[in-house]
């Protein structure tokens, strides 16, 4: 009888666990509604249009096996030792600030910001941050061809529907998003919100390749703009382990170009 027992327990365990899985990858990106905006060879604008689920934001991730691949990757090349402290230094928030007043640097004065807790808040990779990642380094690897995307996450409240406008290219820098824009603008004046702009970041191999969780001079602009052109509410920079969130009030703080 407590076999029996002790037999249903685990399998409503599994089934419990298997409904779970289903729930995630009924929003992952690969199965949403794709939108095609612009396509000019290795150049893609589109939107991915998902319903506002809460799995969205939190912390357990889905199929992300590019993503995984790219970690495996790095413990490979780093090391265990190497690898976990370089992902340790970029998640940190506890730097003295009077470390701030000590550097010129426009770009490490940001890194400092964030690194002394003075600005934004570093936390793990959620989960559609993480399909997004996933979807750029599946078509250019993190590793050996890095490239940055742009991806504006705009919502419905209205509706419950959340709309991932993304643009990349097999480039280092993503391609100008005039076409992203002009569909912003529209959705916006129709009671869109921009939510947040995500972009990532990675570093070559002098510096342990993890990339810096804090906005470049040309990010803090950017996002200056894009708070005044579409109210944008917050940027987010990700390293495919942790991401920093950086609310609009903040965009000012920055030094930026
Ligand atoms: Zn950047």
């Not at 005039?178 to 702009?197: D, N, Q």
């Not at 052109?229 to 920055?254: C, H, Q, Y």
């Amino acid at each position: 009888m407590n076999k029996l027992i002790t037999t249903i327990i685990i399998l409503s365990l599994i089934l419990l666990g298997c409904k779970d899985a289903k729930h995630h990858e009924s929003n992952s990106i690969e199965k949403a509604k794709k939108v095609l905006l612009k396509k000019d060879g290795y150049e893609e604008f589109f939107y991915w249009e998902l319903a506002d689920e809460k799995s969205l934001w939190e912390f357990e991730l889905g199929d992300v096996k590019a993503l995984n691949q790219y970690q495996d990757s790095l413990k490979l090349e780093l090391g265990n030792k190497i690898y976990e402290s370089a992902i340790k230094k970029e998640s940190i928030q506890n730097l003295e600030k009077s470390l701030i007043e000590k550097e010129e640097n426009g770009d490490r004065i940001n890194a400092l910001l964030v690194h002394t807790g003075s600005i934004g808040k570093i936390r793990k990779i959620n989960y559609l941050e993480s399909q997004i990642l996933n979807y750029q380094i599946k078509r250019f690897s993190m590793f050996s061809q890095p490239t940055e995307f742009h991806g504006f996450i705009a919502k419905n409240e209205e509706e419950g529907i959340i709309r991932v406008y993304f643009g990349s290219s097999n480039t280092e820098w993503p391609p100008k998003p005039a076409v992203i824009f002009e569909k912003l603008e529209i959705e916006i004046s129709r009671g869109w919100k921009l939510k947040g702009h995500l972009h990532n970041h990675y570093c070559k191999k002098d510096k342990n390749y993890v990339g810096i969780l804090a906005p470049s001079l040309a990010d803090a602009q950017y996002y200056k703009m894009l708070k005044e052109r579409f109210n944008l509410e917050e940027a987010l920079i990700t390293n495919g382990f942790n991401t920093v969130a950086i609310e609009n009030k903040d965009f000012t703080k920055f030094e930026s170009h």
